[in-house]
């Protein structure tokens, strides 16, 4: 059977993630000091004893969950199929099929993050600022009702993660006008910026420029996109795809749907993307979940 590897996004750290790695790998050690020094930031400090506050802040959150994807899947130290990943897993995917080196998706992914957390702290107008969400999880409702009800009302779809599971972002005064009226089973996601929309196109824009500072490489096999939910074909199309990632809805679904029916290992925290894989293929598909050390042994 052909098997396929992804990678899950911001949402799932926690205190003590990837400590366990620390402790038992020399490779992971590896990884967390070239991190931080790339970056600047105390990338295992932040793992293993941030605070709610600083594993959420939108730099932190992007680079303790990479850090920690890189590491799993070097040690997972297996060859795959096919590769996506959920929002910001995508750039552990293109890491993994090596379109760019781990310090470069460092540096990368720390420039995203200052962008989208410049734009949070200087644009009040919609609310925006710590501790606001921005981004609502309905569950229970269909993609033609969640599509309608945001025409006109400023909100729109972020992530179409899988059948009746879909991401509403906006401004968090649009948010909090909005919220009870929103379709199905509804939570607030504590994500202070709506990305995958519109919002961001600016920040789009920024990124795109920063990114034709790095070569990638095209990778040599099947990596998904998120704002097509199809497989690359160039390297272009790869930097142009990630800065669009920004101001555009994540085609999860669509991207499964075109992976299909095979075994995936879902290579990261949290079991997320096993509850949106049954969810499209069948509660009997094949997920293997490698989120820590005790998944080698």
């Not at 890189?70 to 995917?93: Q, R, V």
Request: glycine share 14%; proline share 3%; net charge negative.
């Amino acid at each position: 059977m052909a098997v396929a590897a992804i990678f899950p996004g911001q949402g799932n750290q926690f205190k003590g993630m990837g400590r366990d790695l620390w402790d038992n790998s020399e490779i992971a050690r590896g990884f967390y000091i070239s991190a931080g020094e790339l970056s600047g930031v105390d990338v295992a400090g932040i793992s293993f004893e941030g605070s709610e506050e600083e594993q959420g802040d939108v730099v932190n959150s992007q680079l303790i969950t990479y850090v920690h994807g890189c590491i799993l899947h070097t040690l997972l130290g297996k060859k795959f199929d096919f590769y996506a990943g959920h929002s910001l897993g995508l750039y552990n995917a293109l890491e993994a099929k090596e379109v760019f080196s781990f310090g470069e998706g460092v540096l990368i992914l720390k420039r995203r993050g200052e962008l989208v957390k410049k734009f949070v702290e200087e644009d009040r107008e919609g609310g925006f600022g710590p501790g606001k969400s921005c981004l609502v999880v309905s569950v229970g409702s269909s993609g033609e009702e969640v599509e309608s009800f945001c025409e006109g009302n400023g909100l729109e779809v972020a992530l179409y993660n899988c059948p009746g599971n879909y991401v509403l972002g906006g401004p968090p005064k649009l948010i909090d006008l909005h919220f009870n009226n929103i379709p199905g089973r509804k939570k607030r996601w504590n994500v202070c910026c709506p990305v995958h929309t519109s919002y961001l196109r600016e920040v789009s824009e920024e990124f795109r420029d920063f990114l034709r500072g790095f070569d990638f490489e095209f990778p040599g096999g099947k990596v998904y996109s998120n704002v097509t939910g199809d497989v690359y074909r160039s390297a272009d199309e790869i930097r142009e795809s990630l800065a669009l990632q920004i101001c555009e809805p994540v085609r999860w679904w669509e991207t499964l749907e075109k992976v299909g029916d095979v075994g995936y290992f879902e290579i990261g925290s949290g079991k997320s993307l096993a509850k949106m894989v049954r969810r499209i293929h069948g509660k009997k598909a094949s997920v293997v979940n490698v989120s820590g050390w005790e998944d080698f042994n």
